[in-house]
């Protein structure tokens, strides 16, 4: 696919994702959502990176949902029953492609600069890590333009911050600017600069990349877990977790580096088969 909205880069195990439409404020609108699927879609399937960072071009992260997007051939149709039990697929196909963010078999670093709106919460919301400059501030800003955000946020934000920050920026649509961002714990770390923050977040990748990527996998898969989980429960399906990955051939590689004085060797996630694209004949 060639893409318009985004470009992809992938050198030393890190895969970069930049929204590449600085002009219109990286507004989201459908081909965004195509591209930013059929790239992750790839990432996934192949693992040929070991970390992603997400970040973006000028001044603002990203401005939100492109105004017209629901004027299009995608308007949601409430004026009938059944018109509006459609909008439930439309939304989970939507949704989806932020789900893919999270699912993702590698960490997600976000690097965002300026205004990160609207559906641009709902898109660092499902990433692992966020970095943020110092003007960066975040918006719900659905609540502005008359409606419920409903591609994420309310489902993760109260996840990563104090459920009483979320509902005051869900019911007023106030910008949360990066300062208070870093003191909620929505954000890591807070930058003078989009340079010093993306060459924090290249070293933050170099130094996750280093790292034995099925020790990283069940990392990630552990903490979603726990998340959304009693901590009995957490514990029991790390038992099951770990039985499934442990592979001494790592810490033995660990320990050998360290007294060789190199960098550990590691194997990569090998890729997923599609069983829908299976080459397989009747017989």
């Given at each position: ?195 010093a923050m993306l060459a924090a977040a290249l070293q933050m990748a170099r130094e996750i990349a280093e790292k034995p990527p099925v020790a990283i996998w069940g990392s990630k898969q552990a903490i979603h877990y726990a998340r959304d989980h009693s901590t009995h429960d957490a514990l029991q399906q790390m038992g099951w977790l770990q039985s499934g990955i442990w592979q001494t051939g790592n810490l033995v ?31």
């Open positions: 696919m060639d893409y318009q909205c985004i470009t992809l880069e992938i050198a030393d195990k890190i895969a970069r994702l930049t929204l590449a439409r600085p002009a219109d404020m990286n507004t989201m609108q459908p081909q965004l959502w195509r591209e930013l699927t059929h790239a992750l879609q790839r990432l996934q399937r192949e693992a040929p990176a070991r970390v992603l960072v997400i970040s973006s071009t000028g001044k603002h992260f990203t401005a939100g949902m492109a105004l017209d997007v629901f004027g299009s051939g995608i308007a949601l149709d409430d004026r009938s029953a059944a018109g509006r039990a459609n909008i439930v697929p439309q939304l989970t196909d939507m949704q989806q492609a932020f789900n893919l963010i999270e699912q993702l078999r590698m960490p997600v670093i976000a690097a965002i600069q300026g205004g990160c709106v609207g559906g641009g919460v709902d898109m660092v919301s499902a990433c692992d890590i966020r970095l943020a400059t110092a003007d960066a501030f975040f918006c719900i800003q659905e609540i502005n333009i008359g409606m419920t955000a409903d591609l994420g946020t309310l489902q993760r934000l109260p996840k990563l911050i104090p459920e009483g920050i979320v509902h005051e920026l869900a019911y007023t649509g106030r910008r949360l600017p990066a300062q208070r961002a870093l003191a909620v714990g929505l954000v890591n770390e807070v930058f003078e600069s989009q340079q590689e660990a320990f050998q580096a360290k007294q060789q004085g190199r960098a550990p060797v590691y194997t990569d996630l090998p890729p997923l088969q599609s069983f829908v694209e299976a080459d397989y004949k009747l017989k």
